[in-house]
C-alpha cells in the first residue's frame, strides 16, 4: 500500500510538475515582471523623497493580495478587478485543470490495476493540488526575495509608506504574524481547497467547465462579502486584520480544511463509482 | 482461479454495451474473445479488470465481487488499447516504477521481460520517442512481467512485425499454467485458434458463441 | 476550398460544443436581465409617476449585458470571452491532427486551401458563439425598456465623454451598440484562432482551449502594470474601458489576427503531415 502511495504520487509529480517546468518558467517570467514592475513604481514615487523607502518581501505579497475593497451596488460604480490578483489565482486554476484528469484518459489504467485502489488514486490526486499550489506560491515567494535582495530589503514586515501612499492603508498595530497569515498562510490553504474543488469537479464534468465554474466563483466573490466565498479571504483590503469591517477570516482556516476533508471524501465516493475508460 | 460473469450488463449512454452475460471462466484456459469491432470484447475485458462497473450483475473472481469486495483483481497483468506510461522516462524506467509498487519481481525479470518482447532494456531513448510497435510491446511487457495469474491482452498482436508476434505468441504459450487464465482478443482467427483452448464469440454485446478449440501439440 | 468552407461550419454550427458555448453565455444573459430588467422597469414606472427623484429613464442602450463592464453577469461575461469563443471549434485542429483527418484532407485538397478555411471557420465560430447571446440580451432590453437616445448629464449611463466613441454613443446609440457587437465579434474570432498555432505544440487538447484566456488575461494585466490601459485587451472591450481608442483597436485587432495567422499557416504549409 505504502510502496503504491509513493508510486503514484511520484508518477504526479514528475508528469504533473516536473514535466511542465515550461509551464513554471512562464509563471516564474510572470512574477519578474510583477515584482519588477512593483519595484519600479515604488522607485519611481520615492525617488524625490527623503525617505529612504526600500521594498521589502511583505510588500510585494501586499501587491499580489491586494483585491479589491469590500463592494457596495447602491453606489452603482462596479468593480475594476485587479487584474495581478486575478491572473495569479487564474493560473492556478487553469493549471490544476490541465492536468487533472489527464492521466485516467491516458491508458494509465496500468497504475490503478497494480495499486488495486481507486481511493489512493484520488488521495495522490489531493496530494498532488496541494504539493502544485504550494510550489506555485513559494515561487513567488523565491522571486520576490531575489528581488528584495537586489532592489530592495529583505523585510517581512509591511512598509507602513508602501502601504500608505500606495493603497492608503494604516498598518499600525497590524503584528507580523497577522500581516503572514493573510497574505501568505490563508491564501495557500484556500487556493488548495478550491483547487481540491476544481479537481472534484472534474471528476464529473469537463475539466473546461469545472474552470469556468472556478472562475465563475472568483468573480462573485469579488461583488459579494459572505464567508462562503472563500476569495474574500485572499484580499487585504477586505481583511479584517487591516481594520477593513469585513468577514472574520481566522474562521476561513477552518472552513477551508473542511472543504479539503469534504472533498477528499466525496471525490473518494464518485471515483468508486466511476468507469475508466 | 475462477471467474464467474453473472447477468452482467453495462449501459453507456443508454447504449447497451455489454447485455446480460454469463459466463464462467477457470484457470488453466486461454479464453480467446472474437467478434467484429464493436461486439463488446474491450469492454468485456474492462469489466473484468474493474475498470468499469456493470449497470446489473457482477463480476466474481474467487468467490470475491470486483466493485464491492475488491476494487481490482488481485493479481492481474493488463493491456487494453495503448497504456499510458511516463513520458519523459525510458522503457526499462517505467516498468521498474510499475514493478515497485508490489515488488514481486527483481531488474533481473524486467529485463528478461523486455528482452522476451523484443525490447532493448538498456536503451535510453524516452517513452515519448517509442514507435507504436515499440509502445505495444512495452505495454506487454508491463502485463506480463510479474507473472500474474490473470493476463488480459487486447489485440496484443497489433503494430507488431512477424517476429514480434512468434515472440509474443511464446510468452502467451509460456505463462499458460493449471492456475492461471489468460484473455486474449485478436481479429486473427488463425492465432486465435493457435493459441486458445476455449474461443468465446460476442455479438452486440452478448455472447453468441462459445467452443472449444483442440489445439494440435 | 468553398466547400471545405461549408462542411466546416456545418460540422462547427452543428456540433454540441458551439451550442454549449451559447447555453453558458445564454445562462449569463438570463441571470443579468432577471436580475437588472425588472429593477429598471421599476424605476422608470416610478418616473412616469413622477415620483422618483432622477429624472431619466433606464433605457435598452444601458442594460444590455454588453453595456458595461459593472455588473456581476457582465464581469463574469468578459472575463470569459476567451473560453466561450474558443470551446465551440477551437480543438478541432486539435482533433484533425491526432485522430487523423488532416490525412484525408491533405490528400484531397493543397494543405493550404485547409488550413485557410480552418482559419476563417474558427474565427466565424468563435464571433458568433459570443455575439449571438449579445444579440438575444439587447432583444431582451429591448422588449422591456425604451430605446431612446441617452441622456448626457445621467451618470448612471457610465459612459463619460473621455471614453471612446462616447460622442457616437450620445447621437446615435444603436451605430455604437453595432460596433461594440463588430469589435467584440472580431476580437472574439482572433481569441478562437489564437488556439491554432498552439495546437503544434501541445500534446493535450485542453491547453488549445486555455491558451486564449491565458493571453487574454495576462497580456490585460501586463498593459494595466506598465500604465499603458489603452491596450489592454479588457479594456478595449468594454464600453466602460476608460482607455483605447480606435487606434489602438485597430492596433490590437491586427496584432492578433498575425501572431494568429501567420505561426499557424507557415507551419502548417511547411510541416509533414504525420
Not at chain 2, 515499440?134 to 512485425?161: R, S, T, Y
Not at chain 3, 462542411?7 to 454540441?16: A, D, L, P, V
Not at chain 3, 449579445?134 to 459612459?159: C, D, G, K, R
Amino acid at each position: 500500500m505504502k510502496n503504491g502511495f509513493s508510486v503514484i504520487i511520484k508518477r504526479f509529480i514528475v508528469e504533473g510538475i516536473i514535466e511542465k517546468w515550461k509551464l513554471f518558467l512562464f509563471v516564474i517570467l510572470l512574477f519578474v515582471s510583477i515584482d519588477f514592475i512593483f519595484v519600479k513604481n515604488v522607485s519611481n514615487i520615492f525617488n524625490e523623497s527623503e525617505l529612504n523607502v526600500k521594498v521589502g518581501i511583505a510588500d510585494m505579497f501586499m501587491n499580489l493580495f491586494l483585491g479589491n475593497p469590500p463592494f457596495s451596488s447602491e453606489e452603482n460604480q462596479g468593480i475594476n478587478i485587479q487584474m495581478i490578483w486575478f491572473v495569479f489565482h487564474s493560473l492556478i486554476f487553469s493549471f490544476v485543470a490541465y492536468y487533472a484528469t489527464n492521466d485516467l484518459k491516458n491508458g494509465s489504467y496500468i497504475f490503478l490495476i497494480k495499486i488495486k485502489s481507486k481511493i489512493m488514486w484520488w488521495l495522490c490526486r489531493v496530494l498532488w493540488c496541494a504539493v502544485f499550489v504550494l510550489i506555485y506560491y513559494f515561487l513567488f515567494f523565491i522571486v520576490s526575495c531575489a528581488f528584495a535582495c537586489l532592489f530592495g530589503s529583505i523585510s517581512f514586515t509591511p512598509n507602513q509608506n508602501i502601504a500608505g501612499a500606495f493603497w492608503e492603508l494604516d498598518l499600525t498595530g497590524l503584528s507580523n504574524y497577522q500581516f503572514w497569515f493573510s497574505v501568505f498562510f490563508l491564501p495557500l490553504i484556500i487556493s488548495i481547497a478550491i483547487s481540491i474543488v476544481e479537481v472534484t469537479i472534474c471528476l464529473v464534468l469537463k475539466p473546461i467547465l469545472s474552470l469556468i465554474i472556478v472562475i465563475g466563483y472568483i468573480i462573485v466573490s469579488e461583488f459579494y462579502s459572505e464567508p462562503y466565498l472563500l476569495f474574500n479571504y485572499i484580499m487585504i483590503l477586505r481583511d479584517n486584520f487591516m481594520g477593513i469591517k469585513n468577514i472574520n477570516n481566522e474562521a476561513a482556516f477552518f472552513i477551508a480544511v473542511s472543504i479539503i476533508a469534504f472533498c477528499s471524501i466525496i471525490g473518494s465516493t464518485i471515483i468508486k463509482k466511476k468507469d475508466m475508460i | 482461479m475462477k471467474i464467474c460473469i453473472e447477468n452482467l450488463t453495462k449501459k453507456i449512454s443508454k447504449n447497451v454495451v455489454l447485455d446480460n452475460i454469463n459466463l464462467d471462466l477457470f484457470g488453466g484456459n486461454i479464453y480467446g474473445f472474437v467478434g467484429r469491432n464493436g461486439s463488446g470484447k474491450t469492454m468485456l475485458m474492462r469489466a473484468i479488470c474493474g475498470l468499469i462497473l456493470p449497470s446489473q450483475g457482477c463480476v466474481k473472481i474467487d468467490d470475491k465481487i470486483i466493485g464491492k469486495d475488491m476494487s481490482f483483481p488481485p493479481n492481474a497483468g493488463v493491456l487494453i488499447e495503448y497504456p499510458g506510461f511516463i513520458s519523459s522516462y525510458s522503457g526499462f524506467k517505467n516498468l521498474k516504477i510499475i514493478s515497485s509498487i508490489q515488488k514481486k519481481i527483481s531488474d533481473e525479470d524486467i529485463r528478461k521481460a523486455m528482452i522476451e518482447v523484443g525490447l532493448n532494456p538498456d536503451e535510453k531513448k524516452n517513452y515519448r520517442k517509442y514507435s507504436l510497435g515499440m509502445k505495444q510491446k512495452l505495454g506487454i511487457a508491463a502485463a506480463v512481467m510479474e507473472n500474474p495469474k490473470l493476463l488480459i491482452l487486447d489485440e496484443p498482436f497489433n503494430a507488431l512485425d512477424e517476429e514480434s508476434v512468434n515472440k509474443v505468441r511464446n510468452i502467451i504459450l509460456e505463462k499458460s499454467n493449471e492456475d492461471n487464465i489468460i484473455i486474449i482478443s485478436c481479429h486473427d482467427y488463425e492465432e486465435i485458434n493457435m493459441l486458445c483452448n476455449k474461443i468465446i464469440k460476442l455479438d452486440s454485446g452478448k455472447v453468441v458463441n462459445i467452443r472449444e478449440n483442440f489445439i494440435e501439440v | 476550398m468553398l466547400n471545405l468552407i461549408k462542411t466546416e461550419i456545418k460540422r462547427n454550427f452543428t456540433g454540441r460544443w458551439f451550442w454549449l458555448s451559447v447555453i453558458i453565455s445564454g445562462a449569463l444573459v438570463i441571470w443579468y436581465s432577471i436580475d437588472r430588467i425588472p429593477f429598471c422597469v421599476k424605476s422608470n414606472l416610478m418616473i412616469l409617476e413622477n415620483s422618483y427623484p432622477d429624472d431619466f429613464l433606464e433605457i435598452s442602450f444601458t442594460n444590455w449585458i454588453g453595456s458595461h463592464n459593472i455588473y456581476l453577469q457582465q464581469n463574469i461575461f468578459y472575463l470569459i470571452i476567451p473560453f466561450l469563443a474558443t470551446i465551440p471549434f477551437g480543438k478541432s485542429f486539435y482533433e484533425d491532427l491526432n485522430q487523423g483527418l488532416i490525412k484525408n484532407i491533405c490528400i484531397r485538397t493543397p494543405k493550404k486551401n485547409y488550413l485557410i478555411s480552418k482559419y476563417i471557420v474558427v474565427f466565424l465560430s468563435g464571433g458568433c458563439a459570443v455575439v449571438i447571446p449579445m444579440i438575444f440580451s439587447f432583444m431582451i432590453s429591448s422588449a422591456f425598456l425604451p430605446t431612446m437616445l441617452p441622456e448626457v448629464s445621467y451618470v448612471y449611463t457610465n459612459i463619460f465623454p473621455i471614453y471612446k466613441w462616447s460622442n457616437i454613443f450620445f447621437e446615435n446609440p444603436f451605430v455604437y451598440t453595432i460596433l461594440y457587437g463588430i469589435t467584440v465579434f472580431i476580437f472574439s474570432g482572433f481569441f478562437a484562432c489564437m488556439s491554432l498555432p498552439i495546437t503544434y505544440f501541445s500534446s493535450k487538447s485542453f491547453l488549445p482551449i486555455l491558451f486564449p484566456f491565458i493571453i487574454y488575461i495576462v497580456s490585460s494585466m501586463f498593459f494595466e502594470l506598465i500604465d499603458m490601459p489603452g491596450f489592454s485587451l479588457r479594456q478595449i472591450l468594454t464600453t466602460t474601458g476608460e482607455q483605447g481608442t480606435t487606434m489602438t483597436v485597430v492596433l490590437l485587432a491586427i496584432s492578433l489576427g498575425v501572431f494568429s495567422f501567420i505561426p499557424f499557416y507557415f507551419i502548417g504549409v511547411n510541416n509533414d503531415v504525420l
